[in-house]
């Protein structure tokens, strides 16, 4: 009986298509746009995630996102590490700085300047070079999608505009007259203004940036062994008043940034809500014509004995089916194509719920459009069937 | 055979063979498929979610021993703090006499001004003051006794020509009283005696001139002038001593800017030459915010650690407070300095003599803070008291005014 079913589904093969497309075009839909918005976001906070040694982010109370650097006191960094349970405490400065390529061109960067000593904050993926490159003078360390795009360099230097090639280590920037010789090159998450980063140490990066009375942009603190980090975070909030975030609250206090203070969640969610819209009105439109179509060997079923609940059975799974189908294909080529394009040109970051997202819309809508259809399949009477 | 017959109306059922063909590749490839697509979500899930790798740190942070603390920033510095040494007179060094890390004592010559134009000067001084002094010699060697021996002989001789005359007048006033004299040959005798005399007495005076020698006051005059020659020689030659620079105390020299053909120039402003200072002990000048100030103690130990290179800490003593609270300077290699905020001065002292930092290093302090031991500072006594969740509020203005009122005093 259960062969019926699926031979039932699989048989009319415009019908099945059609729903199968409905289902696949919805799934890819909501996980294609969630993982986008995602993916988007999840760049808003990209310096959290390459610092994963910070327990704790403390701020300028008034900083708003990761990119709004609001310097705090020097000797801020002193008052942090002065709180008891503090295990380190290290400087970071993070600021915007027009960089002069060797081309002549200028292109705005932004630069990170970790502690001197520890260099805690340099990204761990070295792909030439070496972190340690940053002891020698005026050196910096760049990442590679600004060596490739924004600092790439003419290959003919007597023609600007012409093909370029990447830069490479060794070659010089100048930023605010002084000079920047690249080290190494790291690979990092892109970030969401997708400027070319530049890692060097904090002193360095203070020389590099205008003169400003106050410089230190962050503090990135561990917590001593043994100690609760919430309890720290509070501690150092009470003791210095200063702004303190564990990383997750720190990308929290990002990503609301944006989502309340940009248009980005709007345009997404209406996305979104159309790939459903789409999957409802497709898919569970074709669902239920393809029931009415069945109805005959329903009745059929029904005149040879089968129970009505049998019959339920039967279409819940041809749903199921149908279904589960559809969601692997549509994730399928959502994973495909996330995966295909490269992180600099699409950002795409699938979380575990966009799946379990992307289910509960196939389920819902496989289950309204079942329920449609079985309305017509209780009120069969099997005499019907052998009337025409 | 209801079955069949039902089998039978299906669309497809009319060619049995391609029909079967294509539930087979439905049947399998699309479940397939689709379980192939669950699972490429499942592996990009478990990708693009996957923690970063913690990069190991290249040195590990500094960390503070102590559980109630303070932390400051410290600059290694000699006990006797560094002693600028200037040039003491202006002109070209001519000679350089010590070497960068020599110990030198107290009043060591270390480096010499040019004194070529001085040396030259003391030579003229010291001539003028030996002719003064052979003046002086000379009038005190008056009278010399063949001066003074001529001097009495003509007084002899002058005397006796008074006795001549005198003898000539009373032979011709004997004789004339027998008449038997002209009426003009008396009064030629009586001027011939006069003048015997008057030249008498004009020998006397000489010879009393010349017997007294020279005149106290004259000597007086003489002698001063020796004084001023004199003087002016111990002035060239204490401005020989001055191109001199000497050590003013037992210390180490840590730089030398002085190069023999260089041009020093003197007074205030001027560039220092050598910097020198006392390394025995090494002393280390702790900043700490003006806001964690009044929870320093002066009872707690301390440490000071390195900052980079490798992990190092060196245990300090407490030495002394700056009583004045300062600016704090951050040197940004412009052409301003940035007054931030403002901190008090701590003098701490590297317990170990032989601690491998050197003056000028900068390395992080940290000080134990009394706790429950009891503030040390009256004033700080009522901000201690209330820890807890009332302080915050009335101290909550503190950083707002410090951020505003910094500049003002920077500036």
Known sequence: ?388 | MPQSAIELRFPASHSPPTQALIMNWKFIALPILAVVGIVASAYTVAKQNAAMPAPPPMVPPVASPYGDRVSGSGIVEPSSELIELGAPVSGLIEEVLVKEGQCVVKGQPLFIIDRRALTAQAAGAEARAFAAEARLAQSRSLPKPETLKQAQARADQTRAAVRDAQGRLDRLRAIGEAGAMSHNELPTREYEVANAESKAAEAEASLEFVRKGTYPEDLRVIEADVATAKAEVGMIHTELDRCIARAPIDAQILRIDARPGQYAAAGPGAKTQMTLGDLDPLYIRVDIDELDAWRFSDKGKAIASLRGGRQASFPVSFVRRVPLVLPKKTLSGENAERIDTRVLQLIYMFEDPNVPVAPGQLLDVFIESAGDAGAPDPVAAPVTVPVTAPAVAPTSSIPDNAAETAPDHGN
């Open chain 1, 1 to 388: 009986m259960r062969t019926i079913a699926i031979k039932m589904l699989f048989g009319d093969t415009a019908k099945f298509y059609g729903i199968l497309l409905g289902l696949s075009f919805a799934t890819l839909l909501i996980a294609q746009q969630a993982s986008i918005f995602v993916g988007l976001m999840s760049r808003t906070y990209a310096l959290i995630e390459e610092t994963p040694q910070a327990d704790l982010w403390v701020t300028d109370p008034t900083m708003q996102f990761v990119d709004d650097t609001k310097p705090m006191q020097v000797t801020a960094l002193q008052r942090v590490r002065s709180v008891d349970g503090v295990g380190w405490a290290v400087p970071l400065f993070k600021g915007l700085l027009v960089a002069k390529l060797p081309s002549g061109a200028r292109q705005i960067c932004d630069v990170v300047g970790v502690d001197d000593a520890s260099l805690i904050g340099v990204p761990a993926r070295m792909i030439k070079g070496d972190v340690s490159v940053l002891r020698k003078p005026d050196t910096i360390i760049i990442e590679t999608r600004g060596a490739r795009s924004r600092l790439a360099q003419p290959i003919n230097p007597a023609n600007p505009t012409g093909p370029k090639r990447p830069i490479e280590i060794g070659e010089e920037l100048e930023l605010n007259e002084r000079r920047a010789v690249i080290g190494g090159i790291a690979e990092t998450k892109p970030t969401f203004q997708n400027v070319p980063t530049i890692y060097t140490t904090y002193s360095r990066a203070i020389g590099f940036a205008p003169a400003n009375r106050r410089t230190l942009s962050m503090i990135l603190v561990k917590a001593a062994p043994g100690v609760s980090v919430t309890e720290l975070r509070d501690r150092i909030a009470r003791e210095t008043e200063l702004a303190v975030y564990t990383p997750d609250d720190f990308a929290w206090t990002t990503i609301t940034y944006w989502m309340t203070q940009t248009g980005i969640p709007i345009n997404f969610g209406i996305a979104i809500a159309l790939g459903f819209l789409v999957g409802v009105a497709i898919a569970g439109q074709m669902f239920y014509n393809f029931t009415l179509d069945n109805l005959k060997y329903f009745g059929a079923m029904k005149a040879m004995g089968a129970t009505t609940a049998r019959l339920l059975g039967l279409v819940a799974l041809q749903g199921a089916v149908a279904g589960v189908l559809g969601l692997g294909l549509g994730l399928g080529v959502t994973s495909i194509v996330g995966l295909a394009i490269p992180g600099d040109k699409l950002a795409f970051k699938m979380t575990w719920h966009i799946p379990v997202i992307a289910a509960a819309a196939v389920i819902f809508i496989v289950v309204a459009s079942s329920l449609f259809s079985m309305r017509r399949v209780v009120k069969l009477d099997p005499s019907e069937v052998f009337q025409g």
